[in-house]
């Protein structure tokens, strides 16, 4: 079965920051644009940031545009989203998608797995 898994999430306090990743099982990321995105609660899920397969384009969405940074190490067959400056705002299920091009919209996307809980206090 083809799977992205999101990891690294965590409890952080305001102005903190978290590295999360997003890694494949049973195929390589590699060849694929990867999006992540976020789920409040009562939210529909929203992207956060994409990334091409070749590095060379990248998007970020407005609420996160100068705090988080994607990148992509293909030797380790992973993505990164480095997020500082949190704020509670930013509490949300966060979940990595592989695709062919990079998008913030989820039909974009055709690799999906389980997301990985940040929490941001005041």
């Known amino acids: 079965q083809l799977q992205v898994v999101a990891s690294g999430g965590g409890s952080v306090q305001f102005g903190g920051s978290l590295r999360l990743s997003c890694a494949t099982s049973?195929?390589?990321?590699?060849?694929?644009?990867v999006g992540w995105f976020r789920q409040a609660p009562g939210k529909e899920r929203e992207g956060v940031s994409c990334i091409s397969a070749s590095s060379a384009n990248w998007h970020y969405s407005d609420s996160v545009k100068g705090r988080f940074t994607i990148s992509r190490d293909n030797a380790k067959n992973t993505v990164y989203l480095q997020m500082n400056s949190l704020k509670p705002e930013d509490t949300a299920v966060y979940y990595c998608?592989?695709?062919?091009?990079?998008?913030?919209?989820?039909?974009?996307?055709?690799?999906w797995g389980r997301g990985t809980q940040v929490t941001v206090s005041s």
């Open positions: 049973g195929f390589s990321l590699n060849d694929y644009a």
């Open positions: 998608a592989a695709g062919v091009y990079p998008s913030l919209s989820t039909t974009d996307y055709e690799y």
